[in-house]
């Protein structure tokens, strides 16, 4: 019970953001209510023609000449009534979905405009954000399409109703007037334990995908370790534990629509009785008493529908915590000055940094005070043991964070000035496992640069040692590949990628070596290429090969975020330090390889 008050404090942002979502709809959910409105005064209507229907026909003797008039309305009325409803209930259908379409794309490009670093910093696991974009999304319908509607006809409906009803008969008002308030209150004591529940419900369901999509993507590490059984009963026992939630709130849910029905029903029964003896002893008319009953069943039914819609909220509010949680994270600042621009494809890239730090938002700091400078067209490694800060580094270069202090300043021009867009035309960025999406390998490669024409294709195809094994395909450069580069081995996955940078002529290479170790052939090849990438711009890589490091213009080691050494191959080993040892290990590694 600890988290309750941030749990209620959760619940109101929740609800606020609905309420705010269901805004952009006002009009097509506004008019579904008027529909909804006229429908049930419509109701009334019909309802006052069958009483006075029966009442002639009853109490006055009257002939089928007498009634014929109203009789011919009825059919009129209740097809005009299921028109309204159904135009009404369209309307709001077609909002919601509006909404859920508009509010998807919105999440989406929230996520995408975060970026990476914070998407893959966050608490939020990556398939909690799918559920949230595909359940979490369906969940809010009911809460646009019913709950919002059946809450307005709630007090509407009902009002009008007891308006009739207290000119014809103010006992049956009373009655009503006094009953009515019971069902919203039993209502919402329940509704709160409801809401618990369904909160609980949402948390499970989003681990439950989480653990699924965590236990996909491992499928080799699985089947090594002989753990899928485990897992499988894991994913069981989570589904069960699910399954057992899902069921108290549904047994809530259930159970708070019986005691609603119970309510309504007593009170009605109670209406009935005091008419029955009013009538018997004559202090009624019959048109009346036959009247305020016929109408008496829908001065509940708004009432005790809201039992079912609430449920609709609840399940909503759950769904809407999460995207009040995206939304409300930290995304990078936006530069807060006039941008600056570089010259498109400047002839050279220079790159200074200035005492730059870096802290993740949880506090820990993985770059301290870095300053390094390398001219354009120069080659940096940057080496160090893991947790060293290099990735951080690369990040910062490639615009995903920002410096928490200091200055990357690229030909003298402060990053943070030049808007993120231009700065990256300027930059190739090859990640240790690069992502090839479907598609064939033409796309692949053209993929920076759709404009590239088949020569700068086939010419980068060859500079990256593709070539030859793309001619050998059957149909060649239109080859498809499957999702993640499946059909072709990790090592042409890389060079594909090389081709890709190359293609794009950028004059800044941004590379995270692949560490895996490639066979003498595959191994060779990558060689050449990263060969061609570094003769053609300015290279900053994250290297772990001793043939790179021991050719790069300049190196920096970093350890724990600093800069522990630097300067080349040559200098570095005289010095007989930190490098020298690194150097050691890397050339024992190779050696026991080869
Ligand atoms: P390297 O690339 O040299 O292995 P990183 O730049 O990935 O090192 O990490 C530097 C430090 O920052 C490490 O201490 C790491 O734990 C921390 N770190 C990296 N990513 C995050 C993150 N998203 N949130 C918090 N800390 C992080």
Redesign the pocket.
Known sequence: MSNAPSDQHASTLAATFLKGQARKANRPLGLSIALAFASGVLLIVQMAVLAHVISAVLTNNAGLDDVSFPLAILPVLFVLRGGLSYFSERLALNAAIDLKHQLRGELLSQLLAKGP?VV??SEQSIGERVTMLTDGIEALEGYFARYLPAMVMMVMLPFAILAVTLSLDWLSALVMVVTAPFIPFFMILIGKGTERLNQKQWRKLARLSAHFLDIVEGLTTLKLFNASKREAETVTRMADSYRRTTMSVLRVAFLSSLVLEFFATVSIAMIAVFIGFRLLYGEIDFFSGFYVLLLAPDFYLPLRQMGTHYHARMEAIGAAGKMVDLIGEDSAPAPTFEPQSLPRHTQGIAIECRDVSYA???G?L?LDRISFSLGAGQNLALV??????????LDLLLGLIQPTSGQILINGIDLARLPVDAWRQQLAYIPQRPTLLAGTILEAIRYGAPEASMEAVISAAKAAQLHGFISQLDDGYEHRLNEKGKGISGGQIQRVAIARALVRNAPLVLLDEPSAHLDPDNEQKLQQALEVLHKNATTLT?AHRLHFIRHADQILH?DK?QIAESGTHEGLMARNGLYASLVQSLFDEEAHRD
């Open positions: 670093i893959r910093g993740y938002p949880d820990s993985a160090g043991h893991s947790g060293a800060g290099k990735s951080t580094l994250i970093l975020g």
